[in-house]
């Protein structure tokens, strides 16, 4: 079961900060009123109806029965999950199969298993080799909108897109209480309602310590992703390619800002895989990347500053 570590305190100019841990990372909460019992309650309740349901990291969960089923079998998931899936579907085709929900056993034969063994149990290139023997979500998965059919032991992983969607359902619960001007974290998947433009400093992936430049997000959602966060060995880290199961090596940070978290989230794993302009002929949103090289790019409808 998921446990939360809590603490309200008042935050600058008057707004209030609640921070908890859930789902393995930490978050933080920002607004204008402090935030009652009952709305922590119905945060925590939804957060851990979600972890039952996702979490490859608990034997309990709806994906763990769907890795342990020997023959497959019919699984219904909750009926929000019909945009996360949808999503899925989406950049799974824009981005030609490198975002799958399927990589969830690269992950594992590479170390970042249930127990975080962070031991790698094959070579990365032991699975470029075996093109043939690998799982993805178009012709392993049968989905009929909520119920996922399948025919063998799958392992799901939702971290491309699933911890935006959460942040957006934990937003939800706060409109829901009547809050309009509030500031939701989920560990760096943020979203923002108010008046007032909220500064975002953008983390340098060689020097975490500073800042490589400043967002202005107002009314919108900011996740990121980069490859200096869950790494556990050389060349190891959680972006993989699902279509060779191999971490990236040529872009090391991606930003990008959407109406809803979900949408930035998915959008910022695409951008180590697809172009920013090619994803925008299907989203409305803006970007910033970084390559290994040093080299960052930027869409022209990024709000905001790059420092170099």
Request: glycine share 10%.
């Amino acid at each position: 079961m998921e446990e939360f570590r809590k603490d309200a305190s008042e935050g600058s100019g008057g707004n209030f900060i609640y921070k908890f841990d859930a789902i393995g990372t930490k978050w933080e909460i920002e607004t204008n009123e402090p935030l009652a019992s009952r709305s922590q309650e119905s945060i925590h309740k939804r957060i851990e109806l979600f972890d039952c349901t996702y979490s490859r990291f608990r034997s309990d969960s709806l994906v763990s029965q769907i890795a342990d089923a020997p023959q497959g079998g019919r699984f219904e998931f909750p009926t929000d999950s019909i945009a996360l899936f949808t999503l899925y579907d989406q950049l799974y085709t824009l981005t030609e199969g490198a975002v799958d929900p399927l990589v969830g056993r690269d992950l594992e034969l590479l170390g970042y298993d249930k127990t975080y063994s962070f031991k790698q149990k094959v070579n990365p290139e032991q699975l470029k080799a075996e093109p043939g023997k690998r799982v993805s979500w178009s012709k392993d998965i049968v989905r009929e909108g909520t119920l996922l059919i399948t025919k063998r032991p799958l392992v799901i992983d939702v971290g491309a897109t699933g911890k935006g969607y959460l942040v957006d359902i934990v937003s939800g619960i706060l409109r829901e209480a009547g809050f309009t001007d509030f500031v939701v974290d989920g560990s760096g998947d943020l979203v923002h309602s108010g008046e007032s433009a909220y500064p975002i400093g953008l983390e340098h992936p060689f020097e975490p310590q500073l800042v490589m430049g400043v967002a202005n997000l107002k009314n919108s959602a900011l996740c990121a992703s980069a490859n200096n966060r869950r790494t556990w060995g050389e060349g190891l880290h959680h972006v993989l390619n699902a279509q060779t199961g191999i971490p990236v090596q040529n872009v090391v940070a991606t930003w990008a800002i959407a109406p809803d978290a979900m949408t930035a989230d998915g959008l910022a794993t695409a951008l180590f895989f697809t172009s920013g302009k090619q994803l925008a002929e299907k989203f409305h949103f803006s970007f910033v990347r970084m390559f290994a090289d040093g080299r960052a790019e930027y869409s022209q409808n990024f709000d905001g500053e790059i420092f170099f």
